[in-house]
């Protein structure tokens, strides 16, 4: 395969039906679609990032387990078509039952055509501040009612609920689901290990 390196000062612009046939014949990158058409190319994380993100993805699995009535959650590879236009893949993301039971058999099968309840972000050594917290921005903007942008470099979280300023934690060792995700305590110990 021929890869292009492209000068961070020149975007590649696709609709969203190109967008899904590059996806199709894509299916080993991370793409992803800014609500003007721009076309982000995500690189695979290293083996921190990845280990990470694995003990993140299994503690929600675990409670989406113990709370199946509730809704379903998502891996890293879904991707959510925003009502704004943008193709974006969260770390990990949770939709409420009754939102995820009307969507079509092929709205389910294809992009998911609608904004997660609760999404993750994991920034790893490769990630952009500036554009993570632009991301979690715009999850709230189209409807997503709690975000997490978790950053172990600085050992912080920023925590994003509509309405509201964004609260930053230095170090918490335990998340809430809130009233978003109830029952649900995220344990960032192994996620602040090295």
């Known amino acids: 395969m021929i890869s292009i390196q492209l000068p961070s000062a020149i975007a ?12 199709t ?7 992803e679609r800014t609500s003007t058409g721009e076309l982000i190319v995500n ?28 809704g379903e959650g998502f891996d890293s590879s879904t991707g959510f078509q925003l009502p704004d ?4 893949s969260p ?16 709205e389910k099968k294809g992009f998911i055509p609608l904004a ?15 554009k993570l917290q632009a991301k979690m921005q715009q999850y709230l903007d189209n409807g997503t009612r709690l975000g997490w942008l978790i950053d172990p470099q600085n050992q912080t979280v920023a925590i994003y609920r509509p309405h509201k300023d964004v609260e ?11 009233d978003v995700l109830p029952g649900f305590s995220l344990s960032l110990a192994k996620i602040w290990l090295k």
């Open 43 to 70: 690189p695979p994380t290293g083996g921190e990032s990845g280990k990470r993100n694995f003990n993140l993805i299994g503690q929600l699995a675990r409670w989406c387990e113990a709370y199946a009535d509730l």
């Open 168 to 178: 930053v934690l230095q170090n918490p060792q335990m998340l809430s689901g809130e």
């Open 25 to 31: 014949v894509n299916r080993d990158l991370k793409l």
């Open 85 to 88: 236009g943008a193709i974006l």
């Open 12 to 23: 590649l612009v696709v609709t969203p039906t190109q967008f899904e046939m590059l996806v």
């Open 91 to 106: 770390d990990a993301s949770w939709i409420r039952r009754d939102r995820w039971e009307v969507l079509t058999p092929a």
């Open 116 to 130: 997660p309840d609760f999404v993750v972000e994991l920034r790893s050594e490769s990630d952009s501040l500036p």
